[in-house]
């Protein structure tokens, strides 16, 4: 059984983290630009980042990145020899309003992705656009305190309305925000908060959130109303929550686990917040900053489609204080016996994929898009030059399997699959280069030392034979 004929093929970027030229063309300063590399980045990520201690003259792993922002053309020229039909990239929202609050747009930005779009189309590649990846103008940060204010969701539905008029015609797929359940897990670099001392941390997180699903609502009503052929969807950070016995408290705290992911992508997808999650916030003593109008809003403009990133499943437990847990994972969750792990600690579970895809099929009954899947790994480059990263084509074939039999089996409706980073960028939790996701390598060390060089690792040629055959030659 195929792939439909058009199932869309391709891989995904995030802008911060791969175009560096972080101060080229206009654009401003992003939150993400202050998170430093190694060990304390995630701590940092969380925490008391300030406009003013940026240092230009120190190393920050997002500033030059692998510098997508000079090699665009070589870049997705590559994608098209791979025969992407679909590439997943970011809008850097500090290029469009460098500041956030201007009142025009900066020209040269959008140039840039009028060019990015432009060589997508020479290669017949259909862009995935995700209008807000992880990442805040530091000007708003400093301004607002990020998206704990109100006035985040004036200038992100400028920012997006500005997307869909200079974009009409030319995108169809948006993400209006990526992961909105990291909100929970990294508040700073997915919504520019910094908390106050003894302030209910809990509140701020369902405020900074509430505000992102009323602009996202906000954008979707944009995005239609401009073009009604433009596609919108939600994005979570996906992954079933497995009871680690079959104690029945086991089965409530897994339950529990799945909701608080899907938590706030149901609000996107349904259009109010389902009685559980008005249960959660009320547990934490917080309340939901509803203002005259935004009930109506989510209702009326819930997305397309529900797109989702999936690395891993999790295991939940009843039990308090285990230390068993997996390293490096945003989401606590204790060892899997029956999983192997990657060199980061996150577990191999490709069923978890086909799981992942009935359950959301069955909650929202609309169109999925994987939008992020795939294996960070240290590659090694032999004396010929080449990569031979079999580990990555036999975790991605082992995910492919998993989704073809959700879609020839199960008859789940999925639009593509895109691979994350299908070519090497800065890794989002730890900020190394060595966590390497792509098809194509890039000459560059932690420390921002290298070349910056290409190199196609065998993985290339793989999923260029897969896409080729439609998922028939894995
Ligand atoms: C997702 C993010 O959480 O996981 C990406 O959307 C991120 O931005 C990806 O890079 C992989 O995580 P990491 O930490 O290995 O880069």
Same mark, same amino acid.
């Given at each position: 059984?195929?792939?439909?004929?058009?199932?869309?093929?391709?891989?995904?970027?995030?802008?911060?983290?791969?175009? +560096?030229?972080?101060?080229?063309?206009?654009?401003?300063?992003?939150?993400?630009?202050?998170?430093?590399?190694?060990?304390?980045?995630?701590?940092?990520?969380?925490?008391?980042?300030?406009?003013?201690?940026?240092?230009?003259?120190?190393?920050?792993?997002?500033?030059?990145?692998?510098?997508?922002?000079?090699?665009?053309?070589?870049?997705?020229?590559?994608?098209?020899?791979? +025969?992407?039909?679909?590439?997943?990239?970011?809008?850097?929202?500090?290029?469009?309003?460098?500041?956030? *609050?201007?009142?025009?747009?900066?020209?040269?930005?959008?140039?840039?992705?009028?060019?990015?779009?432009?060589?997508?189309?020479?290669?017949?590649?259909?862009?995935?656009?995700?209008?807000?990846?992880?990442?805040?103008?530091?000007?708003?940060?400093?301004?607002?305190?990020?998206?704990? *204010?109100?006035?985040?969701?004036?200038?992100?539905?400028?920012?997006?309305?500005?997307?869909?008029?200079?974009?009409?015609?030319?995108?169809?797929?948006?993400?209006?925000?990526?992961?909105?359940?990291?909100?929970?897990?990294?508040?700073?670099?997915?919504? +520019?908060?910094?908390?106050?001392?003894?302030?209910?941390?809990?509140?701020?997180?369902?405020?900074?959130?509430?505000?992102?699903?009323?602009?996202?609502?906000?954008?979707?009503?944009?995005?239609?109303?401009?073009?009604?052929?433009?596609?919108?969807?939600?994005?979570?950070?996906?992954?079933?929550?497995?009871?680690?016995?079959?104690?029945?408290?086991?089965?409530?705290?897994?339950?529990?686990?799945?909701?608080?992911?899907?938590?706030?992508?149901?609000?996107?997808?349904?259009?109010?917040?389902?009685?559980?999650?008005?249960?959660?916030?009320?547990?934490?003593?917080?309340?939901?900053?509803?203002?005259?109008?935004?009930?109506?809003?989510?209702?009326?403009?819930?997305?397309?489609?529900?797109?989702?990133?999936?690395?891993?499943?999790?295991?939940?437990?009843?039990?308090?204080?285990?230390?068993?847990?997996?390293?490096?994972?945003?989401?606590?969750?204790?060892?899997?016996?029956?999983?192997?792990?990657?060199?980061?600690?996150?577990?191999?579970?490709?069923?978890?994929?086909?799981?992942?895809?009935?359950?959301?099929?069955?909650?929202?009954?609309?169109?999925?898009?994987?939008?992020?899947?795939?294996?960070?790994?240290?590659?090694?480059?032999?004396?010929?030059?080449?990569?031979? *990263?079999?580990?990555?084509?036999?975790?991605?074939?082992?995910?492919?399997?998993?989704?073809?039999?959700?879609?020839?089996?199960?008859?789940?409706?999925?639009?593509?699959?895109?691979?994350?980073?299908?070519?090497?960028?800065?890794?989002?939790?730890?900020?190394?280069?060595?966590?390497?996701?792509?098809?194509?390598?890039?000459?560059?060390?932690?420390?921002?030392?290298?070349?910056?060089?290409?190199?196609?690792?065998?993985?290339?040629?793989?999923?260029?034979?897969?896409?080729?055959?439609?998922?028939?030659?894995?």
């Amino acid at each position: 059984m195929k792939f439909p004929e058009n199932f869309l093929w391709g891989g995904a970027t995030s802008a911060v983290q791969c175009e +560096g030229g972080y101060d080229k063309g206009g654009r401003g300063l992003a939150n993400v630009d202050l998170v430093p590399v190694g060990q304390d980045r995630y701590a940092v990520g969380s925490g008391d980042l300030h406009a003013n201690d940026f240092d230009p003259q120190a190393f920050y792993p997002t500033k030059s990145a692998i510098d997508l922002y000079h090699n665009y053309e070589e870049d997705i020229a590559l994608l098209g020899e791979m +025969g992407f039909k679909v590439y997943r990239f970011s809008i850097s929202w500090t290029r469009i309003f460098p500041n956030g *609050d201007e009142k025009e747009p900066n020209q040269e930005g959008l140039q840039f992705y009028k060019n990015i779009i432009k060589e997508c189309g020479k290669y017949g590649i259909e862009p995935l656009v995700t209008i807000s990846h992880f990442e805040c103008p530091m000007g708003l940060v400093e301004k607002f305190g990020g998206w704990r *204010d109100r006035r985040m969701v004036e200038e992100y539905a400028k920012y997006a309305k500005t997307l869909f008029e200079e974009f009409q015609g030319s995108v169809k797929y948006w993400i209006t925000f990526n992961e909105i359940n990291m909100v929970l897990h990294l508040p700073f670099v997915a919504a +520019g908060i910094r908390f106050d001392e003894g302030e209910n941390r809990n509140q701020v997180m369902i405020t900074a959130v509430h505000h992102q699903l009323v602009a996202s609502a906000l954008a979707t009503k944009l995005a239609h109303e401009i073009d009604p052929d433009n596609q919108i969807g939600c994005m979570m950070a996906a992954g079933p929550h497995y009871p680690e016995t079959c104690k029945p408290r086991d089965y409530w705290k897994a339950m529990e686990d799945d909701r608080e992911n899907y938590m706030f992508i149901d609000v996107q997808s349904w259009g109010y917040y389902p009685q559980y999650a008005l249960n959660w916030v009320a547990k934490r003593n917080a309340e939901i900053p509803f203002i005259d109008g935004d009930r109506e809003l989510l209702r009326n403009h819930p997305v397309d489609f529900v797109s989702f990133s999936y690395y891993s499943s999790h295991v939940s437990t009843s039990e308090e204080n285990r230390t068993d847990v997996t390293p490096g994972n945003v989401f606590q969750s204790i060892v899997n016996p029956h999983l192997k792990s990657s060199e980061w600690g996150w577990q191999i579970d490709p069923l978890g994929l086909r799981i992942t895809l009935n359950l959301l099929s069955d909650r929202y009954r609309k169109p999925l898009f994987i939008v992020e899947n795939g294996l960070g790994a240290k590659d090694r480059v032999e004396d010929n030059g080449k990569i031979q *990263d079999d580990y990555r084509i036999n975790y991605l074939q082992e995910h492919i399997l998993a989704m073809r039999d959700a879609v020839s089996e199960d008859g789940i409706d999925l639009i593509g699959y895109t691979t994350w980073g299908c070519i090497d960028l800065v890794s989002n939790t730890s900020g190394e280069m060595e966590k390497r996701y792509g098809f194509v390598y890039v000459d560059l060390d932690n420390e921002g030392a290298g070349t910056r060089k290409r190199l196609k690792k065998d993985s290339f040629e793989w999923y260029k034979k897969v896409i080729a055959s439609n998922g028939e030659c894995l």
